[in-house]
């Protein structure tokens, strides 16, 4: 068993004067180079889009925006609306947390669209070319959450040897001792239950597996969609699994079915995934494939 204050992460990864860099600042910045070097290996396997380095620049400006402001809309609309909808100035207190994946990509989706009218592109061969991209973004992003000790997951047995004590975690805890007192004895030990280390998994299976899968898949030529599609699936479906060891919002719990709110908004993502793929591969004779 191990315990997260263990390993001496601090929420400021460094300091100049008076200005601190935040791990998850950092992680923002990591996942916009990550980006920019992956976006570039793509424009070199999809030559017949003409983009350049700029236009890159540009996809990447286009996007950002749609992260950080989707991300933050998102989290207000799916996870908090009642309570912003009595202090919506608080929609823009960022610094207290509130970031939807969710809701980044619906922002993400709008940003792309704009991007292809501006170049006359259909928007499905701007989300194939970025597609991915995306992964390996969403990969540091988990490691800063599991840096600054927020998203943990569930309660797991103390014999699991890669199960973590998160301090942050003491008010699911008491949540937690609450229905199940046989933990009591070992919450008075260690003062704190041990738990999925699930940003981790989130990390693997989101980031590392998705990206090898969807990296893979997109050197060959696909129908135009097909690598959006598959990343609408992929994304849903690894997300709902490790939803399972991910503890869900202490001010939503388990909702219909004993399903997670991010369970729920994956489900979608992987409907509309599996339709996009059948339409990709039915589409009429003549249609641009994605090289």
Do not use: C
């Amino acid at each position: 068993m191990l315990n997260h204050a263990d390993l001496g992460f601090q929420p400021i990864a460094f300091q100049v004067g008076p200005l601190a860099v935040h791990w998850y600042g950092l992680m923002y910045f990591t996942a916009f180079l990550l980006f920019l070097g992956l976006g570039r290996l793509r424009l070199r396997q999809m030559k017949h889009l003409e983009l350049t380095s700029r236009d890159l620049d540009d996809l990447l400006f286009y996007g950002a925006l749609g992260v950080i402001l989707g991300g933050r809309l998102g989290y207000v609309l799916f996870y908090k609306f009642s309570d912003y909808l009595t202090q919506p100035l608080n929609i823009f207190k960022v610094w207290e947390g509130g970031m939807s994946f969710h809701g980044g990509m619906l922002g993400v989706f709008l940003a792309t669209l704009l991007f292809a009218r501006k170049k006359k592109l259909t928007w499905l061969t701007v989300t194939d070319f970025i597609a991915p991209t995306v992964p390996m973004g969403l990969m540091v992003g988990r490691f800063g959450n599991f840096i600054n000790g927020e998203l943990w997951g569930r309660v797991a047995s103390a014999e699991l040897p890669w199960a973590m004590l998160f301090p942050g975690a003491r008010s699911d805890d008491a949540s937690y001792l609450m229905a199940h007192p046989e933990w009591n004895t070992f919450f008075a030990q260690y003062g704190s239950l041990p738990r999925h280390p699930s940003q981790l998994y989130q990390m693997a299976l989101e980031g590392l597996l998705l990206f090898i899968l969807l990296w893979l898949y997109a050197r060959k030529a696909r129908p135009t969609g097909a690598v959006s599609a598959l990343f609408m699936i992929g994304y849903g479906s690894f997300r709902f699994i490790a939803e399972f060891a991910r503890e869900p919002d202490n001010f939503l719990g388990l909702l219909r079915f004993n399903l997670s709110m991010g369970q729920w908004l994956s489900l979608p993502m992987v409907l509309i995934g599996l339709w996009m793929w059948w339409a990709s591969h039915n589409q009429k004779p003549g249609r641009r494939v994605v090289r």
